[in-house]
């Protein structure tokens, strides 16, 4: 039984770039989360799709987008890369939210280091 | 407000003993879920226990167990008989807040750093 995978496991970008992230949601999940976890900080909710739609957003920029596509799995892109963009970013793939309240089960997250 | 509080930036444990993380919460919802989970330095985020806001009954998973205090809004988590292997960061974080489409965020804490002394 597959797990959420990530890609790339890490990626070094400059400023003003932009960047793609991809994630795969574990086998029978439908919904996935991106989250960005700054160094010694705890996880911030970037996002949620399901059924390929952006259902929910945390305090982020326009700057973050995301898509979904019809086998579930992700991506996560960022435009005009900042310094502060530095981060782990982590995806998260649970079951539709109203079908009781499932854990979101991580993958190992990609680590973004912008120069 | 900060929705998560971990007042605990780091804690040690000697090997076999038992140790509490805190967590505090402040939400305005009757409907709200309360996680756990473990990173070790490799980064990965592995889900420990859940606790919903209307179960009567602490949670409870192996060695982990949650202490449950809803009028204080608490959601300590507990760590009997530790091992050198439990060293990590642990994160308390809760789902709540559903939106008109019923989508729920979860909001982490910035966690407490483990160390299992031998």
């Known amino acids: 039984d597959a797990g959420v995978t990530q890609s790339p496991t890490h990626l070094i970008k400059t400023r003003g770039q932009q960047v793609t992230l991809r994630c795969s949601p574990k086998?029978?999940?439908?919904?996935v989360s991106w989250y960005q976890q700054a160094l010694g900080q705890g996880p911030q909710f970037i996002f949620q799709y399901y059924e390929e739609e952006e259902r929910q957003r945390g305090n982020f920029p326009d700057r973050f987008s995301g898509h979904q596509f019809p086998n579930y799995s992700s991506e996560l892109n960022v435009n005009a890369l900042l310094l502060g963009d530095s981060a782990l970013y982590l995806c998260?793939?649970?079951?539709?939210?109203?079908?009781?309240?499932?854990?979101?089960?991580f993958g190992d997250g990609t680590r973004l280091s912008i120069l | 407000a900060q929705k998560i509080t971990q007042t605990q930036p780091g804690m040690f444990v000697q090997e076999k003993e038992a140790v509490t993380l805190d967590c505090t919460y402040d939400?305005?919802?009757?409907?709200?879920?309360l996680f756990w989970y473990k990173q070790p330095s490799s980064g990965e985020m592995i889900f420990l226990i859940y606790?919903?806001?209307?179960?009567?009954q602490n949670a409870t998973e192996g060695r982990y167990s949650l202490n449950f205090q809803k009028a204080r809004k608490s959601a300590n988590l507990v760590i009997s008989a530790s091992q050198l292997g439990d060293s990590a960061m642990y994160f308390c974080a809760m789902r709540e807040g559903r939106n008109s489409g019923g989508y729920q965020k979860v909001t982490f804490g910035i966690g407490t750093k483990l160390q299992v002394i031998p």
């Open positions: 606790q919903g806001s209307y179960d009567e």
């Open positions: 998260a793939s649970s079951l539709f939210p109203g079908t009781g309240d499932q854990p979101q089960h």
């Open positions: 939400t305005s919802d009757q409907s709200y879920g």
């Open positions: 086998s029978g999940h439908d919904t």
